[in-house]
């Protein structure tokens, strides 16, 4: 049972460099989230995805973009890294909104130097 | 500013002990529902509570929403050293988003 699947555990970044943070679930899950965690701040919302071609913001979107061209992935793209995106992001899924069970993957440990 | 509040922040006791942590909000939810995450790995789900008043129980872990579904709590009996972790707490905001509290970290020591 692979649930969701995150891509790299870790990386670490120059300044200004770019990268994506893959994201595939295997349980035909609809939505599909992004999520950064700070210590101390809880899981802030930077996009999601309500299905294959339709993606909307969170509430921390500023230096992220997202697609969803299947089901099963939802990439993260950073453009630009800077410092302030120095976190650990987690992309979960769920079959529907409306406050329904999420399932996490095992998260990306991003540090901007 | 947090839309949900969760006290306390931190938590350390011994094994055996009781304990309750809160989550508060001034906005009303039609759900709420609490994971608890351990280092390394992302939160899991521990329950969804959905009617003022609800309680539901979990072993040891007893969640309760408030009657006017604006708050909820959790309350661990006897506590032992593998609830140690980071509680969550998370509502529906609009229709497709979920928000969370910033947690409560507890340690438990045997």
């Known amino acids: 049972n692979a649930g969701v699947t995150q891509t790299p555990k870790f990386r670490i970044l120059k300044i200004g460099q770019s990268m994506t943070l893959q994201c595939t679930q295997d349980?035909?899950?609809?939505?599909m989230y992004w999520y950064r965690q700070d210590p101390g701040m809880g899981l802030k919302l930077i996009y999601y995805?309500?299905?294959?071609?339709?993606?909307d913001k969170g509430e921390v979107p500023n230096g992220y973009n997202v697609s969803r061209s299947t089901t099963e992935d939802f990439p993260l793209r950073l453009e630009l890294a800077a410092p302030s995106q120095t976190s650990v992001y987690f992309c979960?899924?769920?079959?529907?909104?409306?406050?329904?069970?999420?399932?996490f993957g095992s998260g990306t440990q991003l540090s901007v130097l | 500013t947090q839309l949900l509040e969760q006290s306390p922040q931190f938590l350390s006791i011994q094994e055996g002990e009781n304990l309750t942590v809160y989550c508060n909000s001034s906005?009303?939810?039609?759900?709420l529902q609490w994971y608890r995450q351990e280092p390394g790995e992302g939160p899991v789900l521990l329950v969804t509570?959905?009617?003022?008043?609800e309680v539901k129980k979990l072993k040891r872990l007893t969640f309760q929403f408030g009657d006017a579904r604006k708050d909820s709590s959790l309350h661990i009996t006897a506590a032992q050293p593998g609830d140690t972790g980071l509680y969550l707490c998370?509502?529906?905001?609009?229709?497709?988003?979920?928000?969370f509290g910033a947690g409560t970290r507890l340690a438990v020591h045997p």
């Open positions: 979960a899924s769920s079959r529907t909104g409306r406050g329904e069970k999420l399932f």
């Open positions: 349980m035909n899950h609809n939505y």
């Open positions: 995805s309500v299905g294959a071609g339709i993606t």
């Open positions: 906005s009303v939810f039609s759900s």
């Open positions: 509570v959905v009617t003022g008043g």
């Open positions: 998370a509502a529906p905001r609009g229709y497709n988003k979920l928000i």
